[in-house]
């Protein structure tokens, strides 16, 4: 199987061209590629394909084989991998999700597409939606127990779920490893969730660690720093309609809540090396 590792701020994942190639169980090979020892190391496997819908079709796998909705910074190399390798030729380009179709404006430096700003679509607030076992037409600032301690969350969707707690303290002193899986697989989400910690450091600026669902602590995750950033909005952290930078491990990514609903995310999209491995 030939394949291209890329990044997007460090959140990396093994990528494979759909069009000439065929990966006929894609939930067993993201567990294979992604492991940073036996494999070739990645949080997960984005496939891109023919699509009937838009330019070309995403499918992301995380690193224990569950499928995922939606990746914001895997899909910002999807767009620079189209366009490099000639799939499309325009920096303006569609795709095709399990949670809609994105459209994607592309920075070309030198012929070669660096980074991307990417219409995200419109946050999703509502618990059923999201989806969260509670009542009301928000998620926010409401408590939530875990493993036996009280925080303050706020729950959105970005096509994927996640649940955001605004802290006092470091994130960097948490053991995410420890509480992470108590978050993820918690009875109030049906659909396990993403959770991120984060620390504000002005109402332009905010940092976060994140444990996403099937895959652990990532450095990076592009619909978790959207779903901050309009997590912020909704507690009177940050103001609506002007650029948040989200600061995560891996690096920072832009983020604007739009007045109309939809969030736009502006980041990198990095590629590493091109291989080609046999499958077991």
Known sequence: MRFS????????????????????????????????????GSDGLILILPSDKADCRMRMFNADGSEGMMCGNGIRCVGKYAYDHGIVDTPHLSVETKSGIKYIDLQIEDGVAVGATVDM???????????????????????????????????????????ILFMEDDPMGLDLAAIGP????????????????????????????????????????????????????????CPRGETITVKLRGGDLQIVWKEDGTVLMTGPATHVFDGEIVLP
């Open 5 to 40: 590792k890329m990044h997007g701020i460090s959140n990396d994942y093994v990528y494979v061209n759909g069009f000439t190639e065929q990966v006929d169980d894609p939930a067993a090979v993201s567990i294979f590629v992604s492991d940073r020892r036996c494999g070739i």
């Open 121 to 163: 679509g419109k946050a999703i607030l509502r618990p059923a939606d999201i989806p969260v076992l509670a009542d009301g037409e928000t998620f926010v600032a409401r408590p939530l127990e875990v493993d036996g301690k009280t925080y303050e969350a706020t729950c959105v969707s970005m096509g994927n779920p996640h649940c």
């Open 182 to 237: 108590h978050f993820e697989n918690h009875p109030l989400f049906p659909e396990r969730i993403n959770t991120e910690f984060v620390r504000v450091i002005d109402d332009h600026t905010l940092f976060m660690r994140v444990w996403e669902r099937g895959s652990g602590e990532t450095f990076a995750c592009g619909t978790g720093a959207c779903a901050v950033a309009v997590a912020a909005v909704l507690n009177g952290i």
